[in-house]
């Protein structure tokens, strides 16, 4: 009974996606409509949209927070201060999980750069150092070449944890 803000910056969200996992796992369809009420969705075309729901999450009520493909869009509209407007931007949210006592989720993009023999020479996230500073707990999700229903989720950081890592089968979502 979460109220969760989805904040979707790819146009990837599909409520009947959600609906269809509540449908496996709740006893009946009225318990899954109940909690898709808890969800309010917010498409983000760009920064602007994002910066003025920011401002109104200090107002809302709500427990979660979850940014889907929003740290991409920094690229495109600051140029020559990208890493500052990120970090900026990441303090904001660290600001707000701590006066309101909510989480925030968001995923950020791995880019791998390959060399001219099409082998990968490099794997990085956008932005990882600026992320670091002001996280609590990152993980990565990763598809297994061989079965892409079957995620390998680890814990990145913090780096004093031991990493555990779990299956996780996800072919009945």
Do not use: W
């Not at 983000?44 to 740290?71: C, G, Q, T, V």
């Not at 006592?101 to 001219?116: A, D, P, Q």
Request: hydrophobic share 40%; no cysteine.
């Amino acid at each position: 009974n979460k109220k969760i803000i989805y904040a979707d910056g790819s146009g990837d969200f599909r409520p009947e996606r959600i609906k269809s996992m509540m449908d496996k796992i709740l006893v009946t369809k009225d318990q899954s409509n109940t909690y898709l009420k808890n969800i309010v969705f917010q498409r983000i075309y760009e920064l602007d949209d994002l910066f003025k729901l920011i401002r109104k999450i200090k107002l809302l009520s709500f427990d979660i927070l979850i940014l889907d493909d929003i740290i991409p869009m920094f690229l495109y509209k600051f140029k020559e201060k990208t890493r500052l407007e990120v970090r900026h931007f990441i303090r904001e949210l660290s600001l707000i999980t701590l006066s309101k006592k909510i989480s925030i989720i968001f995923t950020n993009l791995i880019v791998e750069k390959f060399n001219k023999e099409g082998e990968n020479t490099q794997s990085r996230e956008l932005f990882y150092h600026d992320i670091l500073r002001y996280v609590q707990h990152k993980f990565l999700l990763q598809a297994t070449p061989n079965n892409n229903k079957i995620s390998e989720f680890r814990l990145v950081h913090p780096y004093t944890i031991q990493s555990s890592k779990i299956d996780i089968d996800f072919s009945n979502l």
